[in-house]
């Protein structure tokens, strides 16, 4: 009976905790932001119970490290295909799939610039504001419509050895201009198209930096380097008490964890200092690489073991509830 529980609870809470946070969000909600609910009067309570199983489903596969990046990546691009069906069956006119009625550029720079520019917070913000406080860094290991894109393409070929040359001053100088930039189109009042051409194009050369330089990095270019949110989970993640450690004392320093890195958080500087660098996302992909199981999820004085299920119960919670809010 212990091992069927302990197989078992860590869907079963997941399961019960989704459908507990989207009831409130149908009852508490006058507009209806549940899809189904949208077609058919009580669709949303059908939606949430399917929903509901679908997340017990993920983390009853994922509470196996072995399995966790699979079906991380299964997850991961399950969340962007729906998102972006979403977007173009809005684009084709069914306004009741976009979130507010209106239509909004759907790249991750416009979490910061969105708002600067319009000076009012979008409920696309408040759900990525929300998963740092709760989760961390989940945002770019699960949740990123852009992630699960660089996540794939870089997942194509082993990581190229060695960090990527000054990181750091390339992350924050491009979300110094980001900011910048959408300042100075706020203060001149520069035209709305205008604008939203600038933004389209920068997320245009993310794409093209995912189809071109992550896939031959074997890292993910995208999202360590260009894009700005990821920057801001990068190093607001700390507010937030879950950690990733290596034992050293069990480590063998074999580095065999840094192929299975796509964040490019486990080169060898990183290893011998006993935890993943700042670019860590706590994905978990690798756990399961490590022969010696050195590398261990740390939530204060939590054992190992139950800080990865509580970590697991909490991303994968928010992943379900995302997947039936998280539209444009």
């Known amino acids: ?24 969000v ?21 939606e949430i119970f399917f929903i509901g199983l679908y997340g017990a489903f993920i983390v009853y596969k994922m509470q196996d490290p072995v399995k966790t990046a699979k079906w991380r990546m299964i997850s991961w691009t399950v969340f962007t295909i729906a998102f972006f069906a979403q977007l173009a069956l809005g684009l084709l006119g069914f306004e009741r799939f976009l ?35 709760i989760t961390g ?24 050895k060695g960090k990527i040359k000054n990181i750091s001053a390339i992350k924050f100088t491009l979300l110094f201009l980001i900011i910048l930039t959408t300042i100075i189109l706020r203060w001149f009042n520069v035209d709305l198209l205008i604008s939203t051409l600038i933004a389209g194009a920068f997320g245009v050369i993310g794409l093209l930096i995912i189809l071109f330089v992550s896939g031959k990095q074997g890292k993910m270019v995208h999202c360590l380097t260009w894009c700005p949110i990821g920057t801001i989970v990068n190093y607001t993640r700390f507010i937030n ?25 486990l080169n060898r500087e990183d290893i011998e200092s006993g935890k993943p ?11 399961s690489s490590c022969h010696a199981s050195s590398i261990k999820y740390k939530f204060f004085k939590m054992k190992p073991e139950s800080a990865r299920r509580l970590y697991l119960f909490l991303t994968i919670s928010l992943y379900a509830v995302f997947l039936a809010l998280g539209r444009i």
Not at 35 to 46: A, H, N, P, Q, V
Request: hydrophobic residues 45%; proline residues 5%.
């Open 1 to 24: 009976m212990h091992i069927f529980w302990k197989k078992y609870s860590l869907p079963v809470y997941v399961f019960l905790f989704v459908v507990f946070l989207l009831v409130f």
């Open 99 to 133: 979130m507010s009625g209106n239509l909004h550029l759907p790249i991750p720079v416009m979490i910061i610039s969105g708002p600067l520019y319009r000076g009012e917070l979008s409920v696309m913000t408040l759900l990525f504001l929300s998963t740092i406080i």
């Open 241 to 265: 008490p879950f950690r990733m450690y290596i034992d050293m004392k069990s480590c063998t320093l074999c580095n065999i964890c840094t192929t299975s890195c796509n964040y490019d958080a």
């Open 137 to 160: 860094p989940a945002w770019c290991s699960q949740l990123c419509y852009f992630g699960a894109l660089d996540n794939i393409a870089s997942s194509r070929k082993k990581a190229v």
């Open 277 to 287: 660098g700042v670019t860590c996302t706590l994905c978990g992909d690798c756990v």
């Open 26 to 46: 149908q009852i508490k909600v006058e507009n209806p932001i549940i899809i189904l609910e949208r077609f058919i009067k009580g669709g949303g309570w059908i």
